[in-house]
Nanobody
Framework: QLQASGGGLVQAGGSLRLSCEAS????????MGWFRQAPGKDREFVAA????????FYADSVKGRVTISRDNAKNTVYLQMNSLKPEDTAVYYC????????????????????WGQGTQVTVSS
């Protein structure tokens, strides 16, 4: 239902664009988010976007380096990541949200009900 792609190996300072295509079912969710999980660490929020309004919310750790966007016609959410750092290395997951309450609430793990399979991002130093 959520197909993430675009991961890969990149040098520090480089860029990657991740894509997440949502099925009709998950497209009915009001917002989409990206999370990441590094080995031995908890899954953490990266960015989220509201489908209709385009409102976005970012984790402080990526603010200014990452841009989330959506293409409603393609049911697809993108995560453009620039100035990548080795600490950005993780498996990146896209997820479809439950009911919307606030922009900040889009950053909470528990607000998401559907998860994609993840795509690996590795940043070499």
């Amino acid at each position: 239902q959520l197909q993430a792609s675009g991961g890969g190996l990149v040098q520090a300072g480089g860029s990657l664009r991740l894509s997440c295509e949502a099925s009709v079912h998950t497209f009915s969710s009001p917002f989409m988010g990206w999370f990441r999980q590094a080995p031995g660490k908890d899954r953490e929020f990266v960015a989220a976007v509201h489908w209709s309004s385009g409102s976005t919310f970012y984790a402080d750790s990526v603010k200014g380096r990452v841009t989330i966007s959506r293409d409603n016609a393609k049911n697809t959410v993108y995560l453009q990541m620039n100035s990548l750092k080795p600490e950005d290395t993780a498996v990146y997951y896209c997820a479809a949200g439950r009911s919307y309450s606030t922009t900040q609430a889009m950053g909470r793990l528990g607000q998401y009900s559907y998860w994609g399979q993840g795509t690996q991002v590795t940043v070499s130093s």
